[in-house]
């Protein structure tokens, strides 16, 4: 076990939060690290909800609006299931991932590719529409398949 570990959960929430987790997952990857939620200040923060910001931009901009996707699970590869068979989505100028991202990567050795497949890193919603309305994060693309291509830390993932 690597000293990374001491920044994930421990066992304690997987004996006395059983909802937290898919009970199907073999043991060995359920809350494996030795901190608690506690030992975490600085890295997690409430989530805000978007009902107030995305009913305002629907309200008066509903005509500008071509698909809504909300990355929390399914990460950044949620819009394979949404998209048309004909387009890719690009995504090249992402937000830096907040720091709990690190440290899950950190604790679990997971992958860029396994990261922006699992987990939002940070941009939770995706609003399709304009470049001129936007802080543009990526752009959608004529394709001869449905696809997906994340440009991050100068890696090329491609999902389909």
Partial sequence: MTSARHDILNKHYAE??????????????VYIGKSRISDAAGLLSPTRTFAPLIKNILENHFDKI?????C??????????????????????LFTPPEIFKKIREASDADNREMYQVFNMGCRMEIY???????????????????????VDGEKLVFS
């Fill in 16 to 29: 006395n939060y059983k909802e937290t987790f898919d009970n199907a997952l073999h043991d060995e990857v």
């Fill in 66 to 70: 071509y698909g809504l996707i909300h």
């Fill in 72 to 93: 929390s699970g399914g990460g950044q590869t949620k819009c394979l299931k949404y998209i048309p068979e004909n387009v890719r989505v690009v995504k090249d100028n």
């Fill in 129 to 151: 529409t304009d470049r001129d309305d936007a802080q543009i994060i990526g752009r959608v693309e004529a394709s001869d398949k449905k696809g997906l291509v994340i440009k």
